[in-house]
Nanobody
Framework: QLQLVESGGGLVQPGGSLRLSCAAS???????IGWFRQAPAKEREGVSC????????NYADSVKGRFTISRDNAKKTVYLQMNSLKPEDTAVYYC??????????????????WGQGTQVTVSS
């Protein structure tokens, strides 16, 4: 059972930056990793994902050019660098893992393991 723990959330002003981390309890070489977010009264949505090798990534249109996903398999950690944050980025951010190679998945239902989430609030 792979366990995931997110960290790095917090309160930031519009235009600011945060880096989220997703630390896994075991090796993640064969796992695709996704970042999702859920705002109050909204459905969980995909933000970004990365293939097991790191060679392929995907971003939601709303975060393209502002967010960057990366991974360090040796450290069992995946990162989400978030720049130029906007109030509409406010949400609980979750990372998730899906065992498999190839392109990463973009839908929450395609992931098997989830972290507990970390709150990101963008407000002045």
């Amino acid at each position: 059972q792979l366990q995931l723990v997110e960290s790095g959330g917090g309160l930031v002003q519009p235009g600011g930056s945060l880096r989220l981390s997703c630390a896994a309890s075991g090796f993640i070489y064969n796992y695709r990793i996704g970042w999702f977010r859920q705002a109050p009264a909204k459905e969980r949505e995909g933000v970004s994902c990365i293939s097991s090798s790191g060679g392929s990534t995907n971003y939601a249109d709303s975060v393209k050019g502002r967010f960057t996903i990366s991974r360090d398999n040796a450290k069992k950690t995946v990162y989400l660098q978030m720049n130029s944050l906007k109030p509409e980025d406010t949400a609980v951010y979750y990372c998730a893992a899906d065992l498999g190679l190839g392109s990463c998945r973009t839908l929450p239902g395609e992931y098997d393991y989830w972290g507990q989430g970390t709150q990101v609030t963008v407000s002045s």
